[in-house]
């Protein structure tokens, strides 16, 4: 079945640093890609999402490249801040966001000032 | 953006007593609604998935008669754990998709104790 593996925290980080979360996925046929990131006391919010191979979805300074030769989605952004400070999920689905969805197990991130 | 709302944000209960938890799309209908749990250092696990006015498409490995999914609008879903055992303690979210979203919205989550 379908299933996705990313990188294990938490993560501790100053800011202004590089992030770089690293997710690679199992999957039959051509699925849909996304980040989610849940701040403290809130829902999971989409922060972006790539549809088929070699699309980049990008948001809030964050990118991920669907790398359909090496299955994987890693998120980066050149310069964590504060707010960024959360837990980040990667997830696959296969339609565009609506249909069920298998997520990895959540990395969280804190970034000190 | 769309907002859901889930309640209670936590409960804690007696082994044996059954738990509602109401998962609500505030400003959008929700033709599709999620229920996930999630485990210490786990991921999210869906457990089913609920269409309005359907029988809720529950997970292999979930037992249908112990959570039990109701999708009576097009706002609100409620997730009924029967019978509750200490091993249904966990976290517990909904999310929901309204007809020609591109993306669900989740909703807060509520941890269950059971004890």
């Known amino acids: 079945g379908d299933s996705v593996t990313q990188m294990e925290g938490p993560v501790t980080l100053s800011e202004e640093a590089f992030l770089t979360i690293n997710c690679t996925y199992t999957?039959?046929?051509?699925?849909?890609l996304f980040w989610y990131v849940q701040y403290p006391g809130e829902g999971l919010q989409l922060l972006l999402k790539?549809?088929?191979?070699?699309d980049k979805g990008s948001n809030k300074g964050f990118e991920a490249t669907y790398r359909k030769e090496t299955t994987s989605f890693h998120l980066e952004k050149g310069s964590v801040q504060v707010s960024d400070s959360a837990v980040y999920f990667c997830?696959?689905?296969?339609?565009?966001?609506?249909?069920?969805?298998?997520f990895g197990k959540g990395m969280k991130l804190t970034v000190n000032p | 953006g769309a907002v859901v709302s889930q309640h209670p944000s936590w409960v804690i209960c007696k082994s044996g007593t059954s738990v509602k938890i109401e998962c609500r799309s505030l400003?959008?209908?929700?033709?599709?609604m999620f229920w996930y749990r999630q485990f210490p250092k786990q991921s999210l696990m869906l457990m089913a998935t609920?269409?309005?006015?359907?029988?809720?498409?529950?997970e292999q490995g979930v037992e249908k008669d112990k959570f039990l999914i109701n999708h009576a609008s097009l706002t609100l879903s409620t997730l009924t754990v029967t019978s509750a055992h200490p091993e249904d303690s966990s976290f517990y979210i909904c999310?929901?998709?309204?007809?020609?979203?591109?993306?669900?919205?989740f909703g807060p989550g509520t941890r269950l104790l059971v004890l």
């Open positions: 790539a549809t088929k191979a070699d």
């Open positions: 400003d959008f209908q929700a033709t599709t």
């Open positions: 999957a039959t046929g051509y699925p849909s």
């Open positions: 999310s929901a998709a309204g007809q020609g979203q591109e993306t669900q919205y």
């Open positions: 609920s269409n309005e006015g359907s029988k809720a498409t529950y």
């Open positions: 997830a696959l689905g296969h339609g565009g966001g609506s249909e069920k969805l298998v």
